[in-house]
């Protein structure tokens, strides 16, 4: 049975339309069934519509306690309870730039990976490529990556499903450096993906065996 997939985003959702991409050519024995982002205006919800994805909208505002909300914990509760309500095999962070409570991660936990613009152990946390382009410039970096790996509380690290290079000069600009890094963080978060679908393909048949 096709994986199913639930996938959150922050942004442009350019990985989002990988996932997309993989799924409708049949690279990714696998469908997204749903798109949530805490941002109204992420271009990655349309992507989903465009796709006939349900692209749900999950605000932090009302949570927030400066306007006398429940807080992160509460937030990230009730985001939990309806990304599984979703039945989904894998929960992919593809650019969802919100930390989540160890409650959410403990929740997912095996079954939630995040993608993150740098090696293992460089740069968590925001602005990654920004940071490593500095480090080059500054002469003490010559290759940055991409990873992706399963999440633990702690942000942007934890067991590495995939990671690739990417050189990285001091003469690099943000327009030169970026496109270069999003081009591989597409090709190796779809890769990921398939590992980790077909590994449980495998696993479910010899359950059935
Ligand atoms: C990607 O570069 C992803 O690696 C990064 O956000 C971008 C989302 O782009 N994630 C992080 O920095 C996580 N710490 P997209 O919206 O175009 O897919």
Redesign the pocket.
Do not use: R
């Given at each position: 049975m096709s994986a199913r997939l639930v996938v959150l985003?922050s942004?442009?959702?350019?990985?989002?339309q990988a996932i997309l991409d993989a799924c409708a050519s049949g690279r990714l024995d696998a469908s997204v069934v749903a798109v949530f982002s805490d941002r109204a205006g992420a271009f990655?919800l349309e992507r989903a519509r465009r796709a006939d994805v349900p692209a749900i909208h999950a605000p932090y505002s009302p949570f927030s306690t400066k306007r006398g909300g429940a807080g992160r914990a509460a937030y990230d509760a009730a985001l939990a309870v309806r990304v599984e309500a979703m039945r989904p095999d894998l929960v992919v962070l593809?650019?969802f730039?919100r930390i989540l409570s160890p409650a959410f991660v403990g929740r997912f936990s095996g079954r939630l990976i995040?993608?993150?613009?740098a090696l293992p152990g460089a740069f968590p946390?925001?602005r990654?490529i920004e940071r490593a382009l500095a480090a080059a410039q500054a002469g003490d970096l010559h290759e940055t990556g991409v990873m992706v790996h399963h999440v633990i509380p702690e942000v942007?690290a934890g067991p590495v499903i995939a990671q690739a290079t990417v050189p990285v000069a001091a003469s690099d600009t943000l327009d030169s450096l970026a496109p270069r890094?999003?081009a591989v963080?597409h090709e190796l978060l779809v890769t990921a993906i398939a590992q980790l679908v077909h590994s449980r393909g495998r696993t479910t048949s010899k359950e059935l065996s």
């Open positions: 985003v942004g442009g959702g350019t990985n989002l990655g593809a650019g730039m995040n993608l993150h613009p946390g925001t990654a942007d890094i999003h963080e």
